[in-house]
């Protein structure tokens, strides 16, 4: 285990603890997992295990990572910031900007708010794109295959988009619980390129990553990583045997919605600069904490905001300042979970290089796996101290 330390006599960082629980989250069968957690001006980084299991190379806390649906905080910052200028309106419809790909009575009732907080009614497009997962979210009667005979394949978000639109849509327009949709964001990464006149991605970059002095986090140009990373094991339920690694991987499936690449450090700092009120107005800011109920991928059903949901956290002098704000992310072989305190001051990024590593039973249903509770005792001391 490595580990790098800010201390003084006064570090409320229970340092001993948190590699403790670093360590059992390797010992529990994660491959490597390594985080940075924060409280002012102390921070915390450790890591555990192995980022590449044929080699014995370890894991440390500065590696690159993609960190999934961690994106959507940033897509979702980037549209608040065309709010803030006036650009698009919040509760405008969707249709109003993307007349072809939202059309009609849809397109009309459907508005930006919608598509940021998943209450849209639109449906995921994976499974479609994804032939072997088609029976998603039923885990059993997917199989894994298309992971693998897609690996490579630029889609087209367009394509995507139209998969998702031509579904049957799973609620109504506005209605709750919302359903989380990873079509929702890629039509908010289309309305960024049709106000901006650029790629979300480019457009993101600039405005989000760039505003919050990001210097290890970016979009993907291509299928691999650059930089140090771990490789990224997909067990998906037990049905790939050993896990395989999809560490390359063309991340065009998700775009806007789940492909940036980070480190923890990174992630910390910027909803450090977020929840700061330095990426977006303290009226957006507001906004992005409003939240409506949503039925996540695994069924749960979970508070979501405009592109963060929040997790509770240790107790506060301040009323409501024991939340935390963040997002999670998976990716095919890797997880990623960021949270922030409201105000600001307890900090933790954790990121891990195995998913789906629970198998199902005979209804289907996964099963308990050690590491469901080492993940959420690692959560626990990183967030409560």
Known sequence: MTHDVQDDTRNPL??????????????????????EVRDGAHRWRGAAG????????????????????????????AVL?????????????????LPRLLPGERGAAVTVRMLLNHTSGLAEYLPYAYPSLRAFPVLADTRPDSLEDLRFTRFDPVELIEMGVAAPAVGTPGGTPGVYSNTNYLLLGRL?????????????????????????????????????????????????????????????????????????????????????????????LAQMQRTVPVVSHEGRTLAYGLGLHPMEGASSTE????????????????????MTRADGRRQMAVAVNTQRWNRLDSSGRPLPHPLDDAVAALYRVAMHG
């Open 14 to 35: 229970d340092t001993a603890a948190l590699e403790a629980a670093v360590e059992n989250v390797h010992r529990a069968g994660m491959p490597g997992v390594f985080a």
């Open 192 to 284: 960024l390129e049709q106000v901006t006149g650029t790629t979300a991605e480019r457009y993101i970059t600039r405005n989000v990553i760039e505003r919050a002095g990001l210097r290890d986090t970016g979009f993907p140009s291509g299928p691999t990583v650059e930089g140090p990373h771990s490789r990224l094991y997909e067990a998906w339920f037990g049905m790939i045997d050993p896990p395989r690694d999809h560490s390359v991987h063309d991340m065009s499936w998700v775009g806007p919605a789940a492909s940036l690449i980070s480190t923890v450090a990174d992630l910390n700092r910027f909803y450090g600069k977020l929840l700061a009120g330095e990426i977006v107005g303290p009226s957006s």
């Open 81 to 97: 910031q065309q709010v803030d200028s006036g650009v698009i309106g919040l509760d405008a419809p969707v249709g109003r900007y």
């Open 50 to 77: 192995v980022a590449d299991l044929d080699t014995g190379r370890p894991v440390t806390a500065g590696l690159r990572h993609r960190v999934g649906s961690v994106t959507k905080t940033f897509t979702a910052a």
């Open 319 to 338: 009323p409501g300042q024991g939340t935390f704000w963040g997002h999670g992310g998976t990716v095919w072989g890797g997880g990623t979970l960021a």
